[in-house]
Nanobody, 122 residues
Framework: QVQLQASGGGLVQPGGSLRLSCAASGSIFSITGMSWYRQVLGNQRELVAIITSGGRTEYADAVKGRFTMSRDNAKNTAYLQMNSLKPEDTAVYYC????????????????WGQGTQVTVSS
C-alpha cells in the first residue's frame, strides 16, 4: 500500500507565505504525476497545480505567479510554495499521486493524502 502525508498548513496573514509538503511512502516503484487540490466545505474541489515526473508544471489561473510546485523524486515528495497569500486561498489542500507499485509496474494507481488546512486571515 501507499500513503501520502500532507503537511505544512497553518494560519497566515494576507500577503504571507506557506510551504506545503506531500511525502509518499510504501511499495513505490515510481511516481508519474503529482498534484495539489483544494476544497472549501460545500464547494467543488479545485485543481491547484500539477507536476510531471520530469518537473513540468501547470497552475490554476487563480494561483499563477504566486504558487510554485516542485518535487524531489529521490524523496518521493512534492512541494507547494505559496506566496502572496489571499483570503480566498483558504481551503483544505489535498495532494495526490499517480503511482506504479513494486511488483506490478504495468498498472498505475491514484492515491490521496489526508489534507492540510490553510487559513489566510488577518
Amino acid at each position: 500500500q501507499v500513503q501520502l502525508q500532507a503537511s505544512g498548513g497553518g494560519l497566515v496573514q494576507p500577503g504571507g507565505s506557506l510551504r506545503l509538503s506531500c511525502a509518499a511512502s510504501g511499495s513505490i516503484f515510481s511516481i508519474t504525476g503529482m498534484s495539489w487540490y483544494r476544497q472549501v466545505l460545500g464547494n467543488q474541489r479545485e485543481l491547484v497545480a500539477i507536476i510531471t515526473s520530469g518537473g513540468r508544471t501547470e497552475y490554476a489561473d487563480a494561483v499563477k505567479g504566486r504558487f510554485t510546485m516542485s518535487r524531489d523524486n529521490a524523496k518521493n515528495t512534492a512541494y507547494l510554495q505559496m506566496n502572496s497569500l489571499k483570503p480566498e486561498d483558504t481551503a483544505v489542500y489535498y495532494c495526490n499521486a499517480d503511482v506504479r507499485l513494486i511488483g506490478s509496474t504495468a498498472y498505475q494507481y491514484r492515491y490521496w493524502g489526508q489534507g492540510t488546512q490553510v487559513t489566510v486571515s488577518s
